[in-house]
């Protein structure tokens, strides 16, 4: 199984409210990744977990929280966002961080839209 | 500094032709990656190659890297109307060692193939 699989695939959310965006991988990845990415614009890398602990955070604004509970797992809990934190949230995975040559994995994607 | 830059920006032919798109860097890297993402989906790695490689082929993808000028190109050859998507490079900057992960994109190209 050489998938990554996002929920939900898309996400209208208010300014006011608490959501949850989640990533599954079983290809046994000690990596994992969010990112963001704006229409017509690379993918901007938010956060890295490395064997289950945040190993970088590319100063996110506090209002998006990660979380990964197992190995398997990744989360991305988002509060009091912003319109222009609508994007396309991308997970990644990938074997680990401590090769120096990784393919990472993405998810197909969450499209997120704050009103 | 802008890690990645690719061009052009956009790039129209007509199946059968064959299409480049170049990227250049500006820090010594360990590895380049290319990565496709068709519209509005998640990415999908392409090919990787080491920075004390000259060049790769996969397929009808062929890549080379240039370290001298912090150049890649990559040549996708005979190209079908399923090559339509975004290319996107992708460098780990920390050459020597591992970039714990963080890849930088490049702007992308938007390769458009018509039947």
Redesign the interface.
């Known amino acids: 199984d050489t998938e990554?699989t996002q929920t939900p695939k898309h996400l209208v959310m208010g300014m006011t409210n608490k959501k949850s965006l989640k990533c599954e991988q079983h290809m046994g990845h000690r990596?994992m990744?969010w990112y963001k990415q704006k229409a017509k614009?690379?993918?901007?890398?938010m956060f890295?977990y490395?064997y289950e602990k945040l190993?970088?955070n590319e100063s996110v604004p506090s209002r998006f929280s990660p979380e990964c509970p197992n190995s398997s797992l990744l989360n991305l809990h988002l509060h009091a966002l912003q319109p222009e934190d609508s994007a396309?949230y991308?997970c990644?995975s990938?074997q680990n961080?401590?090769?120096?040559?990784y393919?990472?994995?993405?998810?197909?994607?969450t499209?997120l839209t704050v009103t | 500094s802008q890690q990645g830059e690719e061009d052009p920006q956009a790039l129209s032919i007509q199946e059968g032709e064959n299409a480049t798109m170049n990227c250049s860097y500006k820090t010594s890297i360990n590895n380049l990656q290319w990565y496709r993402q068709n519209s509005g989906r998640g990415l999908v790695h392409l090919i990787l190659i080491r920075s004390n490689e000259r060049e790769k082929h996969s397929g009808r993808l062929r890549v080379t890297l240039d370290t001298s000028k912090k150049s890649s190109s990559l040549l996708i050859t005979a190209s079908r109307a399923a090559d339509t998507a975004s290319y996107f490079c992708a460098t780990d900057a920390n050459a020597g060692g591992t970039s714990y992960g963080k890849l930088t994109f490049g702007q992308g190209t938007i390769l458009t193939v018509h039947p």
């Open positions: 990554v990596a990744y614009k690379p993918p901007e890398l890295v490395s190993s970088i396309l991308l990644a990938s961080v401590l090769l120096w040559d393919e990472q994995y993405f998810g197909p994607g499209r």
